[in-house]
């Protein structure tokens, strides 16, 4: 069992940066790999970002490419997301997850993922 424990959402002004972070417990961190989806109202949870378990691989969402960053400290069992240039449309719950794989191949699709937390709130106003 893998516990995720998202901080660091709250209100920010469109152009303005987060920084997200998921901390993990409960198995080794290094052999999994981790991501970020995010759910805005009266949507489906989409996929943000994912990063390999080394921290090699990463992969983006067409719409947050070149804004935001994934990254890992295995060393801290905690992931980050920093999130520059928000914008709006960013509006939404981030969710952090993990599964059992030393790749991000099929990322993208969220029944892939095993572990979820419980999701922090980025509000972006104009």
């Known amino acids: 069992q893998v516990q995720l424990v998202e901080s660091g959402g709250g209100v920010v002004q469109t152009g303005g940066s987060l920084r997200l972070s998921c901390a993990a417990s409960?198995?080794?961190?290094?052999?999994?790999?981790m991501g970020w989806f995010r759910q805005a109202p009266g949507k489906e949870r989409e996929f943000v970002a994912a990063?390999?378990?080394?921290?090699?691989?990463?992969g983006y969402a067409d719409s947050v490419k070149g804004r935001f960053t994934i990254s890992r400290d295995n060393a801290k069992n905690t992931m980050i997301l920093q999130m520059n240039s928000l914008k709006r449309e960013d509006t939404a719950v981030y969710y952090c997850?993990?599964?059992?794989?030393?790749?991000?191949?099929?990322?993208?699709?969220?029944?892939?993922?095993?572990?979820w937390g419980q999701g922090t709130q980025v509000t972006v106003s104009s």
């Open positions: 997850a993990a599964r059992y794989s030393s790749t991000i191949v099929g990322a993208a699709i969220a029944a892939n993922w095993r572990y």
């Open positions: 409960g198995r080794t961190f290094t052999n999994y790999a």
């Open positions: 990063i390999g378990w080394s921290g090699g691989s990463t």
